[in-house]
Nanobody
C-alpha cells in the first residue's frame, strides 16, 4: 500500500496549485482519503478529506471556499487537492493520507497510511 503525493511548489499569494495523490496496492474508491499539512514549527493538522461516498469534510476553517478535494473519475486511484487563493499561511508540507473521514478521527494519531509529503510555499 503506497500513497504518492506530488504537485507542490512555490506560488505567489493569490495563486493556485493542484496537488495529486496517487494510490497503489489498493483501490482508492473504497477508502476515505484526504490531506494534512505541517507548517514549520507546528503540529501536523488535518485539512480536509473525502469519504468513500464522496462527501467532503473540512477540518481547517481557513481553507473553506478555497480548497477542494476531488476524486479523479478517469484515473480511479488518484485524488486531487485544488488550492485557490493561496496565502502565506498555507505554506506547509502537505501529506495525503487514508483514515476515517470524520471527527474526531481525522487526526494524525488515527491515520492508516501516509504519503510522503509535498512542499507548498506561498510567497507574499
Amino acid at each position: 500500500v503506497q500513497l504518492q503525493a506530488s504537485g507542490g511548489g512555490l506560488v505567489q499569494a493569490g495563486g493556485s496549485l493542484r496537488l495529486s495523490c496517487a494510490a497503489s496496492g489498493f483501490t482508492l474508491d473504497h477508502y476515505a482519503i484526504g490531506w494534512f499539512r505541517q507548517a514549520p514549527g507546528k503540529e501536523r493538522e488535518g485539512v480536509l478529506c473525502i469519504s468513500s461516498r464522496g462527501g467532503t469534510t473540512y477540518f481547517a476553517d481557513s481553507v473553506k471556499g478555497r480548497f477542494t478535494i476531488v476524486r479523479d473519475d478517469n484515473a480511479k486511484n488518484t485524488v486531487f487537492l485544488q488550492m485557490n487563493n493561496l496565502q502565506p499561511t498555507d505554506t506547509a508540507i502537505y501529506y495525503c493520507a487514508t483514515g476515517v473521514c470524520s471527527r474526531p478521527y481525522w487526526r494524525a494519531t488515527y491515520i492508516d497510511h501516509w504519503g510522503q509529503g509535498t512542499l507548498v510555499t506561498v510567497s507574499s
